[in-house]
């Protein structure tokens, strides 16, 4: 895995827990999504074009669990979405 997988992957699943406990019933345990996903679009900016395809694709889409599940190594795990790629 690279440099840059390595750190997406760790955003991913930041992002992935922070969802989670937005969905808590405690709202004192709710923190904030946005700047998750800001960080995560700017780390996405910065893929090069030797990504692996699909990771691109997941990326572009903002598919982000998706993208999780792929650098997590459960690609298996996703499911088709409607864009009819993948």
Do not use: W
Not at 4 to 27: I, T
Request: hydrophobic share 35%; with cysteine.
């Amino acid at each position: 895995m690279t440099a840059f997988e390595e750190e997406l992957r760790n955003l991913l699943h930041d992002f992935s827990e922070a969802v989670e406990l937005q969905r808590s019933a405690d709202p004192a345990k709710k923190p904030p999504i946005r700047p998750l996903l800001d960080k995560l679009d700017a780390v996405a900016a910065r893929a090069t074009s030797d990504i692996h395809p699909r990771l691109r694709h997941y990326l572009e889409q903002k598919s982000y669990e998706k993208a999780r599940l792929f650098l997590d190594g459960r690609e298996s795990e996703n499911q088709r979405g409607n864009c009819g790629r993948g």
